[in-house]
């Protein structure tokens, strides 16, 4: 474990101004009203790599989309059903982008599943005083739930955060989607010394007293990637010091690149690395300083890591149009 070149610091959040903004553009509906939708379907479908026991595959429409591409992962309950919840990142069109969006996937019927597209937006107070809803336009290459929170990864800055109670759906819909998650907290990332920290990933670390996020950076080879685990309370906000930033951090250069997910299990760490469009990912198993390497195990392009206590199951999804998948792992049998 080496010195810590960075730092974070959580902003007071503004619940007020969340109010305001969802006032000024829809209506509170909460992830139960969204759930309580149809929604899309998903198919089951083969998934390539040794590693991968069983997933599904997006509509064609978002399984072939070239300005939506999928990161982030993360796998819940709420109101008893089991809940995916994945993060999406738009690239621009003609200097436009909607940003990021989540879907939340109904696993309730593991055979059929259905899913929501949200976009994500920051409430942003204009010079006369009225509040707009902008889009949030990060990577958003992993994400944690945490509570009743989803915790996005903002690569250099830091942490987004979003209340699943302050989703809420549009009068006006906006890029053709009509349910949106208002910002409502973040946290931003400082940096010391040295070279600036990448929050490319994020997930929680399962079989503590307290839940951890650990979050992690991706870089291609030759430069040094590194994994952080940050101290949270009961509540799932950052531990943090008199001066109001994160205390409990704890970095570790394990000298794996291309780095895509990573998750804590029982002290037990798992991560991801990809091999191009068309080379299945690996597999580490360990500790940092001491990963074994399963090559090849992934399907090529997976990205964030996740797991669901309930089932035993680490959940990874990979990015390539046309064999997008979303993807579970039998974690007992890598350990």
Not at 167 to 191: H, I, K, N, W
Not at 288 to 308: H, I, M, Q, S, T
């Amino acid at each position: 474990m080496n010195a810590i070149p960075f730092g974070l610091r959580p902003e007071p959040p503004d619940g007020a101004l969340v109010d305001e903004a969802v006032a000024a553009h829809g209506t509170r509906i909460g992830l139960d009203g969204l759930l309580q939708r149809r929604g899309a379907r998903a198919w089951r479908a083969r998934v390539r790599g040794a590693a991968a026991a069983g997933g599904f595959r997006w509509r064609l429409r978002d399984d072939f989309s070239r300005r939506w591409w999928p990161q982030g992962i993360d796998v819940g309950s709420h109101a008893g059903r089991p809940v995916l919840v994945t993060s999406w990142y738009a690239q621009e069109r003609r200097g436009v982008s909607p940003g990021v969006r989540l879907s939340f996937v109904d696993l309730r019927d593991p055979r059929r599943p259905r899913y929501h597209h949200v976009l994500l937006v920051e409430p942003v107070r204009g010079d006369d005083g009225s509040v707009r809803a902008d889009p949030v336009r990060i990577h958003a290459g992993g994400i944690g739930w945490v509570g009743d929170r989803i915790v996005v990864a903002d690569t250099f800055g830091g942490f987004r955060f979003f209340r699943l109670d302050d989703l809420s759906r549009l009068r006006t819909p906006a890029f053709g989607y009509d349910a949106v998650l208002v910002q409502s907290s973040r946290v931003r990332a400082e940096q010391h010394s040295g070279r600036r920290m990448r929050y490319s990933f994020v997930s929680i670390e399962h079989g503590t007293e307290n839940p951890r996020l650990v979050a992690g950076e991706y870089g291609k080879a030759g430069s040094t990637d590194r994994l952080v685990r940050i101290g949270l309370d009961t509540d799932g906000d950052l531990l943090v010091d008199e001066t109001g930033a994160a205390h409990q951090l704890e970095l570790h250069e394990p000298g794996l690149y291309r780095m895509q997910g990573v998750c804590v299990v029982d002290g037990v760490w798992f991560v991801s690395t990809s091999n191009g469009e068309r080379e299945g990912g690996d597999l580490w198993v360990g500790a940092p300083g001491d990963f074994v390497r399963n090559k090849g195990v992934l399907p090529a392009g997976p990205e964030d890591l996740a797991y669901d206590a309930a089932t035993g199951r680490l959940w990874s999804l990979s990015e390539w149009p046309g064999r997008r998948r979303v993807f579970w792992i039998d974690a007992a049998r890598w350990r």
